[in-house]
């Protein structure tokens, strides 16, 4: 792969990224209400109002708010929360380890899960049409839904083996209570996991219909055979470019996940700044995510180019 692929891939991130921050940004500003009567209250008078938004900056023309708040992102400040007076990078610390605990676990069950049932049901037969129809249920859920069924079976339900909510103190790291962290994780694993293995099912299949697989079975090779050997080494580039769609996935599901157990994640905090129109808070949260995805994205996309030949050809 040449360098100036992987250049044109990195820029077309870098405006991309952009791209998001102007639309977060404006997204932000469109929320309805008025920040400095929230801050001050309904008895504020109009010289209280106008003296905050002056220090909030929010007299100034939107393009120099923009401009404004991409150069503190730029520089590491992050601002402060308009609904606590609290530093966001200090407000976040925390939650932002908690969250990423869930995903990473999350993902490193999910990846290889996923790779082996897509490899199962990539078979046709009994255990495909098993595989197919628990992907089918799950893929027609919404995401709080399937959080919902978890904590009837096994939370406060039916078997009672896990506490049905996380009510971890947001000072504390997830990973200090493991117990707690069982549910959201496989929550998100049952979110993310069907859609990986339809990719990775159909992917293989497609291969297995190639002429050379099938020159490769008339020699008599049995079907574990040729689903290792040849088909799946064929795919591990569009899979590795669907693995970091399943990244977005777990992502998407954090504010879903941790609103049903009470997680203290920058979902459920995500959630609550929206309710207290705290945009500082929003816009970061917005833009973190927005960035991981992005670098995600890359990171699968060059590693879909390396591993796949006809498809870093044709590119």
Not at 66 to 79: A, E, Q
């Amino acid at each position: 792969m040449s360098t100036r692929l992987v250049i044109r891939r990195v820029l077309t991130g870098v405006a991309m990224l952009i791209t998001v921050s102007v639309l977060v940004f404006a997204a932000t500003q469109a929320l309805p209400g008025d920040i400095a009567r929230t801050i001050l209250g309904q008895n504020a008078t109009a010289e209280q109002l106008a003296r905050l938004r002056g220090e909030l900056g929010l007299d100034l023309p939107v393009w120099q708010q923009y401009l404004h708040w991409v150069g503190g992102l730029l520089s590491g400040d992050l601002g402060t929360s308009l609904a606590s007076g609290t530093p966001v990078a200090e407000l976040l610390r925390v939650r932002v380890l908690n969250s990423a605990t869930v995903v990473l676990i999350a993902l490193v069950i999910t990846l290889p899960l996923g790779l082996l049932l897509g490899l199962a049901a990539a078979r046709r037969g009994p255990l495909d049409v098993g595989i197919s129809a628990a992907v089918q249920t799950i893929l027609s859920l919404p995401e709080f839904v399937v959080g919902i069924v978890l904590v009837v079976l096994f939370g406060g339900g039916l078997l009672r083996w896990l506490p049905p909510t996380s009510p971890l103190d947001p000072r504390q790291l997830a990973w200090n209570q493991p117990r707690l962290l069982i549910l959201p994780i496989a929550t998100m694993v049952l979110i993310a996991l069907p859609h990986l293995v339809e990719a990775t099912k159909t992917l293989l299949r497609e291969e297995l219909a190639t002429d050379y697989v099938r020159w490769a079975r008339l020699s008599g090779l049995g079907d574990v055979r040729l689903l290792t050997g040849y088909a799946l080494p064929n795919v591990l580039g569009p899979v590795a470019q669907v693995a970091g769609v399943t990244v977005n996935y777990l992502l998407g599901g954090v504010v879903a996940v941790e609103s049903v157990f009470a997680f203290p994640g920058i979902g459920s905090e995500l959630v609550a700044a929206v309710g207290a129109r705290d945009i500082v808070v929003v816009q970061v949260i917005a833009i973190g995510i927005a960035t991981v995805l992005l670098i995600t994205f890359l990171i699968a996309d060059l590693i879909g180019l390396l591993t796949n030949p006809k498809l870093r050809r044709s590119r």
